[in-house]
Every structure is written in structure tokens, then in C-alpha cells.
Nanobody, 116 residues
């Protein structure tokens, strides 16, 4: 079983920024589209942003366009989610996984809390 490792969450005021990091297994980093997802209690896990293996194709949920940026750090084998202009509705547990996701790859997630 392979798991991603997410980090970088925390508590921030509305309008602030956070930088999330996803450490990925070398077996998938270079060849797979990686995505960030988020989940709030009682709701399904939704895709936030994804980045293709070649780093040339990115996709964002409408709710985060213009505020979030997804990127790859090839040297560190990580996928970064830079979150700016955060809103209280961005509060969630954030996960990374392949896109589409595979059950065995879910990590523990990292919690983001945005206060009004």
C-alpha cells in the first residue's frame, strides 16, 4: 500500500496564505497526474486542483481559480498547493492522490482552518 504524505496545514485568518506539500512515492511522481482534494464533515471529497505528469497541464475547481496554484518540485518529488486569499469556506482537510484517485493512496491529510 502506497500513501501520500500531506503537510503544511494550519490556522489562518481570511485573506491569508498557506502552502501545502504532498510527498509522493517515486513510483508515481514522474508518470502520474497528481491532484489535491479537500473534504469537510458530511461531504464528499472534492478535487481542488490537479497537475499533469509533464507539468504542462493544470486544472482548478472554479471555487479556487485565481487564488490557488498547483506546481511540482521535481527535485524534492513533491506537489505544492499554494493557497492565497483564503476564505472561511476553504476550511477542510486537504488530501493529495492520483487523479483519478486510488483508494490505497490516501494519506492522513492536512487540516486547513480559515477564520473569518
Amino acid at each position: 500500500q502506497v500513501q501520500m504524505v500531506e503537510s503544511g496545514g494550519g490556522l489562518v485568518q481570511a485573506g491569508g496564505s498557506l502552502r501545502l506539500t504532498c510527498a509522493t512515492p517515486i513510483s508515481i511522481f514522474r508518470t502520474t497526474t497528481i491532484a489535491w482534494y479537500r473534504q469537510t464533515p458530511g461531504k464528499q471529497r472534492d478535487l481542488v486542483a490537479s497537475i499533469g505528469s509533464s507539468n504542462s497541464s493544470t486544472h482548478y475547481a472554479d471555487s479556487v481559480k485565481g487564488r490557488f496554484t498547483i506546481s511540482r518540485d521535481n527535485a524534492k518529488r513533491t506537489v505544492i498547493l499554494q493557497m492565497n486569499s483564503l476564505k472561511p469556506e476553504d476550511t477542510a482537510v486537504y488530501y493529495c492522490n492520483k487523479s483519478p484517485p486510488l483508494q490505497g493512496y490516501w494519506g492522513q491529510g492536512t487540516r486547513v482552518t480559515v477564520s473569518a
